[in-house]
């Protein structure tokens, strides 16, 4: 089942008026059998179904934009030169 | 005769002249000088004799063994034993080498001893004693040529690894290398003499020279190192952290340090620190990827599969940076829900749905957001339009759709999306996902009032969504099976969350069944119904937990789906025809678990009936669903319509078998002492036992029954257990008892001879024979059993018939 608001190519917001318009583009375009561009013209117009056609839109959790991380850490090669590799030497 | 006397004395004196000089005399008297020890005088002899006696080489031997075994000097014992050995080629009597082979090995083996000495700890003469021995009669000496072996490697296991060491100790490359041979020459030689000791230490003298060398080593399986000398295993492992640290194995050394060199060292610490180096190394780098990968986050060219990386590894980034820099690590955590924000709608736009469920199932407690919840459900009905529902998914995907409309807040927040509702209020008053204002708080554009053309039906949206939905499932779903499947699980799961959101009073959270499993919050609506039960003692609370179950085996609905559940078995059992089922549920325990609950215990009786009944309609021929009744009766305290069903059905299936002769009477009969006992008021039940009691009379009479016994005793018992119907009913038996009497008499039989009580019977003294003691018998039981009053008169009953 296509979104009425698909079918009749209108935004959320849209007001009765623009329903009423928006069926007759839609009839011209001929994207969608008379018969859907009728039903979800019905379905936009009744504010219950309408309510139904709009819990199709995701929800979107309130989130903040993500800003770079500041990284106090710095760089650093490592060098093991400074290792004493016989620091254990068994056979002494 | 004279001839023969010199013959004779010339005899004797040959014998005393030459007996000395005889071989076996002479190694007689070798063999006492051998005895007393006298070891060169009996070798002199023996020479003599050493062609001439076979045992004269064996002895020479001995001796010459004895004489080497007795000699000081090294020099001097290698000479006699040698001289042992020298024999074997002089001896030409192949009967000699025999006793020979044992003595000329115990020379060998004493000869292999004295070049061991000799060896000293030298390799070469060691490796050619070894030769020597392998090449050597041992015969009858075997075990001390092989002991002898082992002393000479484990001496070469020594030596090698000695020698081992002192290259290693140079510190040349070349001469480490060479040392690794050596260590393996020493593992070799120690594994044959058992050395454990050398050769848990070569392995780690090896693994540490190939470190020493730049060589890739694995410690992961060796087992000997840990039985190595302890500070061979400091020295390997430290050498193999510092490998790790070269190679860029961070994580490898830092275990390494941790499982093995977990000391104090200023060495170990220096270690420490560049490992702990390398991790704030690795953090800013990870830093700067997370800074590139928000910079291509916000111009739009983080590819879905870059950002669901990006997402999936932002944990393990976060966990990892908190050793280091906690502040930074809750920083990376931060920018979680951004991510997952992102993902999730992107999944949904593009319609990909599977992923976007697995997303937000991976969200801690997704369904406590009102935004995720309703993103499930949008996810579902998208599966489901898409033609994407399968046996793996359907249960997720229904489950989760029917939670998240059945959820009044996920539609309230649904209204906070709108732009379009400026005119409008919407009323919670026929919202199907609660009961009437159970909601603490609401919108102000939310009300409980009266619906209208302004005042929109938030129920009537809920149930738009759901027939949208069920549109969809019975309708697009071309496999039929599945399709069954999914109805089928809709139905289900639909009616058990209506039923928990009738039931429950307070504002809790409704999940369908499988969802609220799945999720682990079926205990929580379980604990709902259970004080709906405690407050009201409302069954059908419990009823509406059956289907959230799990693991709740202490709650009270647990308890009601157990008896509810023993009521399911029970009829099983009875479609089974299997008595012994319903035997086993007839327990106390059970019955009181049953007796416990009024919804269940009051509809028991009529279950049992109707499912009986069902069996019956199908098939009212059934004997075997005899003794299941009975058990059935047996089962319950009230159990007066299962009796009635149990004698008709026993009293139909007697008639129409007696009928059909597939039974005889006395089988009938025993039937139906079983449905006059369960039913002894029942006019029809009743009629047809007596009947059949007749019937059992006349074939006792007839000589068309061999059961006599039987079925007099059941005629016995019916005696002492006649009701008020029966003995209404029982003038069939008097009529049948006058009938015969009468033909009696027409034959002008004497009628009363068969009449216990008859004066004239016992007066006109004639006897009856055994086909006449028949009659009388079946007589006085027709009387009996007919409840004939006694008269006087024998032919009163007669008369009155």
Redesign the interface.
Known sequence: MTNPYTILGVSQDVDKAEIMKSQMFAMKKKEFPLQVIAVAAKQLLDPAKRLAADFMFPAKIKVKRIQPIQCNLKYKEINTDSLNENAFNSLK | MEIILVLIILGVLGYFTYHPFLPSTKYEKAQNLFNAKDYRQAVNILNEIFEKHLDAPTKLAECKLNLGYQATGKTEKTKYFTEVTALRKKISNSASFAKFDSIEAKALFEISKIQYKEANGNIEKLNKNIRFIDTANQKGSESNFSSLKTKHFNDLADIHFINA?EK??TGKSSDVIDAIQSYKSASDYAKKSNNNFIIYNSTSRIL?CQL?TNQSVNLVSSSEVKKS?K??Q??LY??YA?QH??NKEFSEAEKTISLHLNFQ?S?IE??KR?LN??K??D???K?TE??TS??K??NNTLSIEELKSFYDGLDTVSDELGI??YE?SE??AD?K?????RL??KN??NEEYNEAINVIQKYPEFWK????L??F??CS?GLA?KGLLSERNYKTVISGWLTSVFSDN??L???D?????DN?T?SLAEAIGSNHSQHEAIPENVNYDEVSETN???G??QK??LQ?FE??IQKEIQDASLSKLVNDFYDTEKEAIVNIIAQIENDSFFAAPYFAISNGMNNEIISELDKDYHDYSNEDALEAGIPYIKNSKSTVVYQYFYASDLINKLKTAINNENKTAVKRINSKNNKQRIERFDNINNSIEDNIFNTISNKISRDENNKKLIPVMEECIAFLNQNDKLKHQYSNYVSNYCILNVNDETINNYEALLLMKGAYLRSPNNPKIVKNFITLIKFNLMDMLNDQTRKTTEIYSILDWVKSNMSQTYKQNSNELSKARGELLRQLQQAGTDISLFDDSSFSSILSGHSLNSQGLKMKKVMTYLKELGNEQESTNPLDTFTRL
């Open positions: 060491n290693e100790k540490i020493k000398d500070n061979f400091k020295e430290y050498r510092i640290i070269k060292s060495n220096e270690l560049i180096r390398e704030i190394n953090a800013v780098k830093v997370i800074n928000i910079d986050l916000y280091i820099d930074l920083k990376i920018i829900p951004t991510l997952f924000n999730l709608i949904i736009e957001s009102t935004e995720l309703k993103n459900g949008i009905y339009a996920v539609i927040k649904s209204l999306d709108t732009a379009w509702d409008y919407f929109i039906s938030i009537a949206t738009e969504l949208q549109t969809i």
